[in-house]
T-cell receptor, first 112, second 110 residues
Framework: SQTIHQWPATLVQPVGSPLSLECTVEGTSNPNLYWYRQAAGRGLQLLFYSIGIDQISSEVPQNLSASRPQDRQFILSSKKLLLSDSGFYLC???????????FGPGTRLTVT | EDQVTQSPEALRLQEGESSSLNCSYTVSGLRGLFWYRQDPGKGPEFLFTLYSAGEEKEKERLKATLTKKESFLHITAPKPEDSATYLCAVQETSGSRLTFGEGTQLTVNP
């Protein structure tokens, strides 16, 4: 069966510091991968999606970036965090377009 | 631009009191409509995918239905463990992205 991991689970970082969140998927190959952010009590906002290695689309222009160094690894990064980057970050995977997405446990990021 | 509106924002039920959650959507062409359940502090858990008007899916006390403009999530005789936020999302035929609604927070009291 497929599983998706995210780490860290929680993170407190000062404004201006760098960020690296990691997501890995097991039990499948060539998945579509997604990064979402969820503000408190709100719906999910798609940040990035990837249909393959080095194939990443950005949905929202901001100070975040994403990379996919391996088939089942997706990384969300920032060089300098802003207060507005605080939120719940979720990674998801799907078999292909049109299929359901499965979410990881999430990372709670607080920028102070 | 795709739009998804869920209502009500919050719903309180007594155990055993059946009700429905609504998800209305606007898309140029619907590839699929998805329902998720999210517990506090956790990632959303996939429940159902609906692809065409008239389609229905069931899982335990939950049944999802789809029309050309909206979807309903019917909860029959709910239990306290059904308390969660229920999210609806749509995917249009030309894209990969899911557009999510803001969710309905359901509380079932014993």
């Amino acid at each position: 069966s497929q599983t998706i991991h995210q780490w860290p689970a929680t993170l407190v970082q000062p404004v201006g510091s760098p960020l690296s969140l990691e997501c890995t998927v097991e039990g499948t190959s060539n998945p579509n991968l997604y990064w979402y952010r969820q503000a408190a009590g709100r719906g999910l906002q798609l940040l990035f999606y990837s249909i393959g290695i080095d194939q990443i689309s950005s949905e929202v222009p901001q100070n975040l970036s994403a990379s996919r160094p391996q088939d089942r690894q997706f990384i969300l990064s920032s060089k300098k965090l802003l207060l507005s980057d605080s939120g719940f970050y979720l990674c998801a995977w799907s078999r292909d377009r049109g299929y359901e997405q499965y979410f990881g446990p999430g990372t709670r990021l607080t920028v102070t | 631009e795709d739009q998804v509106t869920q209502s009500p924002e919050a719903l309180r039920l007594q155990e055993g009191e059946s009700s429905s959650l609504n998800c209305s959507y606007t898309v140029s062409g619907l590839r699929g409509l998805f329902w998720y359940r999210q517990d506090p502090g956790k990632g959303p858990e996939f429940l159902f995918t609906l692809y065409s008007a008239g389609e229905e899916k069931e899982k335990e006390r939950l049944k999802a239905t789809l029309t050309k403009k909206e979807s309903f999530l019917h909860i029959t005789a709910p239990k306290p463990e059904d308390s969660a936020t229920y999210l609806c999302a749509v995917q249009e035929t030309s894209g990969s992205r899911l557009t999510f609604g803001e969710g309905t927070q359901l509380t079932v009291n014993p």
